[in-house]
């Protein structure tokens, strides 16, 4: 493996730019954002790799910087204190289950994150509480398999019959930042009205001023 | 299909737009060479991102120096070399617009639609003949699409999901598509088919309420903030699937595709008074992109 190439920066970068790729990438093949995905295995191990090589590249440089092997991973602290291992997840998780039908809700859970949506469909299909558990995960179903208006539907229902519950809420929220991205730069900068209005707010301003004061 | 994958041109370097040009070109060129002159009419943006993606994906394409006949006053431009990547999405092209132009005479029956079915009848056997089981789940999604259709059914989640599995059995049919990229880009497209699916049906909504056809937009009764989340979900999960790949030399082209050139479109689909690109996309209408 070439730590430099999996990081995407040139041999002679230096630790800020390996530093700034690192975290580029971390945030791109986070565990959050593939949570309820297909791909979530893939992303894991691509992870993996963006670890290890930054593990490697920090190490090789260590008497230059101040960054350790062991510090590598704590250097990530820009995003709060969390390390970006790959089993790590920095969304919060609820306490397991402990209602009627558990034993069938943790066997459709284990089913899902094996990506067996049609057995655990079938399990969640025999299970007569349609309680907020149940919602969330025929929510997860439909989010893996693709079926984003019912998910939605489902994942709500659940937040909104239990919103205390980490697991519910956590879905729901990343669910609703995805559909709706507040800032997404570029591209919607076109619009001429924020251009003019400045224009002519100036041009109002130098009127104004020049005429009055 | 409906030339809603294409890039936001004010957007590109000039490298990269005379690269999508020449991969425009070059499919051109092929379907041409492949299956004739009448056919080239039917080609379109998305397959034009095709065989862009494809050579991305498989190292880059080679260009040459090149006229085209038509609009020879332009002067010679960089075309794409004929390659394997070009083959594959020119059959595509066929084989979509064939099923395009099915739809449509069984939509309208009117002569255009008609005779534009019978010019591509020849072609489209022989790609169906190359291709024999990407043609066969390709009818299966349109029959199950059209299922759907009759049955009026009030989801958009059903329709889009035939659509995006057509989508995905192109991708992953893919001879030159690397194994280990394989699942990627099969969610890749499976969510850029959905969205080309919602994002027509969006914008045929006051042509389907006057003519009383499906559209699940109508169905469900669903207003514009509603269709604007479902497909920015969906083109967030098609990127989670870009994200993953490993596209080696990396393409700028392909990048703004995907990041910029169908938010861009989306957003002059759902809010065409607030959308003013100064670019390309913008003034090129839809039936253009056919």
Known sequence: MNPYKVLGVSENATQEEIRAAYLELV??????????????????????????????????????????PSGARGASGAYGSSSYGPGYSTREHGSPYSGPNAAEFARARSLINQNNLNAARAILDSVPTHNAEWNYLYGIIYLR???????????????????????YRSAYTYLNNSGRPYARSNGGAFNSDTCCDACSLLMCLNCCCGGGC | MFGYIRPLECELKVREQ??????????????GTRYGLCERLSLSYDCAFLAAFL??????????????????????????SASPELDYAADVNVLLAWYQSCDDVLDEGRLPAVVSRAALRRAFHRAARRHA??????????????????????????????????????IRRAPMLPQGDAAACGWMFYNLGKWVYLIDAWDDREDDKKRGGYNPFLSTNMDAD???????????????????????????????IMRLGMRSVQRRVLRPETAACAGRAQRTGKGEAR
């Open chain 2, 226 to 256: 509603a269709a604007e989340f479902l497909l920015n979900v969906t083109l967030a999960e098609a990127e989670k699937g870009y994200d993953l790949l490993t596209i080696d030399p990396p393409s700028g082209l392909i990048e703004n």
């Open chain 1, 27 to 68: 945030k791109k093949y986070h565990p959050d954002k593939y949570a309820d995905n297909p791909l979530k295995e893939l992303a894991g191990e691509k992870l993996k790799e963006i670890n290890q090589a930054y593990e490697m590249l920090t190490k090789k440089q260590n008497t230059t910087s101040g960054y350790g």
């Open chain 2, 55 to 80: 050579s991305a994906l498989s190292g880059g394409a080679a260009f040459y120096r090149g006229n085209c006949m038509p609009r020879c006053y332009r002067g010679g431009r960089p075309i794409a």
């Open chain 2, 133 to 170: 089981a990407l043609d066969g789940e390709i009818r299966g999604c349109v029959s199950r699409l059209r299922e759907i259709e009759k049955k009026n059914v009030a989801s958009t989640d059903e329709p889009s999901d035939a659509f995006g599995t057509l989508l995905s059995a192109v």
């Open chain 2, 18 to 31: 005379a690269e999508y040009r020449a991969f425009y070109c070059g499919l051109c060129k092929t379907i």
């Open chain 1, 145 to 167: 398999q693709g079926w984003y208006e019912k998910a939605y539907a489902c994942i709500s229902r659940a937040y909104e019959m239990n919103p205390d519950n980490a697991d």
